[in-house]
């Protein structure tokens, strides 16, 4: 446990030095959510309309962003030869380097996406949903484009490649999330939403960890 | 835990080419072992293959403790130090930071560390990042881990190529301790160790 530990707050101190993760994250994610009412009518019924949605794309694209760091920076100097020498598991350095990238990067954004959302126009009330929703969608993002990551190691422009093949699997929850918040906002019952975004997640959780430790043992190999 | 390294009628294949077969090698408590060959002949490979990245073709490699057979996986957790042309270092985090995490993670505690860093003449370089450090500073870094996290056997590729004459002397005193204490060394080298080894040679 300790070193696993370990490995987390290396992670996190990584995310922070170098390029400031978490800032540039709420940064893209700012950005993204302002060019939409700049491409289109921006009277407020409309943007009221799709601001959930908008707010869970931007949450999607800046959760790619610092994907390809995650496994390739360790996998270029060497050090990841170091963390799948053990002694922990290949696959909980891998779980536990996720929940690093969750931490540094998903959180602040699971902070920022109802800010976003309110300032599109949903209605304040929304604000806690948005947060837990998209703090256990985070989650699952996480797990599924470390998957992306771990995948595409060694590949000349992995960002793109990541993308590619993440991006198709964040679509359920993106439908999930923006859909308990639809039916919240219409006074229906947004608690199925809810508990099959969880479920996403934690199934996330438990098998990703193996693909991406068999990954990178296919990268190393 | 680790006490004896046997390698049966190994084959490795990278790619379309198979680097070498039928290779065998036994080496006990306190034996250093150099492999040399000319480039391309599978040292690393051979490496990297006892460390369990790289699955052979055909043959085993097999580990023993005090009381018998070792599962391998369990034996390379805890018992193999593998130190590769890379250093493993973050080039913008500092040197102490670089060095506590990977003591730590291979098992070893802060005292150790520092202690290790004395002795390969490091603690003054301990507060610059690793990216002001040279070729030859970055591996002695790397080097420390060895010393201060014990683990029986390593394996080595090319540890000294970037050490100078007085630092290579240094390092043969330290592999000669860890010998004495019963460790294993296997070390792909060009040059020879300055400790007493056995060579094998790959690809002849």
Known sequence: MSALWLIFRRELALAWSGGGGPLLAIGFYAAVATLVPLSTDPSTHNLAAVATGVAWVALALASLLSLERMFERDFEDGALDLLMLGPPSGEAVAAAKCLAHWTAAGAPLALAAPLAAIALGAPPALAPLIFITAAIGGVAFAFVGGTGAALALGSRRGGLIIAVIVLPLLSPPVILGGGALTAFAAGLSWQTGLLLLSAYTLGAAALCPFFMAAACRNALS | ?204
């Open chain 2, 1 to 204: 835990m680790i006490v004896s390294l046997g390698v049966q009628g190994l084959a490795v294949r990278r790619g379309e080419r198979r680097l070498f077969e039928d290779f065998n090698l036994a080496a006990a408590a306190g034996e250093a072992i150099t492999l040399t060959g000319p480039n391309g002949a599978g040292k690393t490979s051979l490496l990297r293959a006892i460390a369990g990245f790289i699955r052979p073709e055909t043959g085993a490699i097999t580990f023993a403790g005090a009381d018998g057979a070792l599962e391998p996986e369990e034996a390379r957790r805890g018992g193999v130090h593998l130190l590769g042309h890379q250093d493993a270092l973050k080039s913008n985090r500092t040197a102490r930071d670089e060095l506590l995490f990977q003591v730590r993670w291979t098992g070893g505690d802060e005292a150790a560390a520092l202690a290790a860093a004395e002795t390969l003449g490091l603690a003054r370089l301990l507060g610059l990042a690793v990216r002001h450090l040279s070729a030859g500073q970055r591996r002695r870094l790397a080097l420390a881990r060895l010393l201060a996290s014990p683990r029986p056997l390593w394996l080595l590729d090319e540890p000294l190529a970037p050490l100078d004459a007085q630092n290579r002397a240094l390092f043969g005193e330290l592999m000669a301790a860890h010998l004495a204490g019963g460790g294993l060394v296997v070390a792909a080298v060009h040059d020879p160790l300055p400790v007493a080894a056995r060579g094998v040679e790959l690809g002849a």
